[in-house]
T-cell receptor
Framework: RKEVEQDPGPFNVPEGATVAFNCTYSNSASQSFFWYRQDCRKEPKLLMS???SGNEDGRFTAQLNRASQYISLLIRDSKLSDSATYLC??????????FGKGTRLSVIA | DAMVIQNPRYQVTQFGKPVTLSCSQT?????MYWYQQKSSQAPKLLFH???????NEADTPDNFQSRRPNTSFCFLDIRSPGLGDAAMYLC???????????????FGEGSRLTVL
């Protein structure tokens, strides 16, 4: 079983839609959680950290459920520019980040 | 201004012909990483340096080597590229690990390797 699992998609949604991505992690010692965004043929970039109490950044909301070892990302009012792959990332202590395969989102006009 | 710079952006090589990819950073970060990413796959960590300490992932083939002559530069050497090594190679940096929630990696734009 991979350490970080994501639904690869693609998710094809119309502009203005709300879309949610899920991610599960297998190692209960994971301490820190992040969502990265990767545009086609570009490098990954940090989108947001995920805090235990959940956190919001504009149209983006991240949630963490430690008991279920589950992370989510909600995007409201989707824009064409949100089209990208969203990578779920976990960290344990001082070890390097572990990336999921990503979920591809296409927002359609 | 770009803070992590990779060269070349595109590299074409022949099967078995050695390749060196370079990475430089202006962030003065202690940690530098090399990731391999194939199409529709997660970035896969090959190795990383914490200052001069080299940390190899257990499943990184011997064909891949790295050098970090100073804080700013890191190189990835592929000694005998095979067809399966065609991928995007991403260099990244971070501050020293150890701070909870320090999860930001600063990536370069990547070097895309084609093996003929």
């Amino acid at each position: 079983r991979k350490e970080v699992e994501q639904d690869p998609g693609p998710f094809n949604v119309p502009e203005g839609a709300t879309v949610a991505f899920n991610c599960t992690y297998s190692n209960s010692a994971s301490q820190s959680f992040f969502w990265y965004r990767q545009d086609c043929r570009k490098e990954p970039k940090l989108l947001m950290s995920v805090y235990s109490s959940g956190n919001e950044d504009g149209r983006f909301t991240a949630q963490l459920n430690r008991a279920s070892q589950y992370i989510s990302l909600l995007i409201r009012d989707s824009k064409l520019s949100d089209s990208a792959t969203y990578l779920c990332v976990v960290k344990r202590g001082n070890t390097p980040l572990v990336f999921g395969k990503g979920t591809r989102l296409s927002v359609i006009a | 201004d770009a803070m992590v710079i990779q060269n070349p952006r595109y590299q074409v090589t022949q099967f078995g012909k050695p390749v060196t990819l370079s990475c430089s950073q202006t962030l003065n970060h202690n940690v530098m990483y090399w990731y391999q990413q194939k199409s529709s796959q997660a970035p896969k960590l090959l190795f990383h340096y914490y200052d001069k300490d080299f940390n190899n992932e257990a499943d990184t083939p011997d064909n891949f080597q790295s050098r970090r002559p100073n804080t700013s530069f890191c190189f990835l050497d592929i000694r005998s590229p095979g067809l399966g090594d065609a991928a995007m190679y991403l260099c990244a940096t971070s501050r020293a690990p150890g701070t909870l929630n320090t999860g930001e990696l600063f990536f370069g734009e990547g070097s895309r390797l084609t093996v003929l």
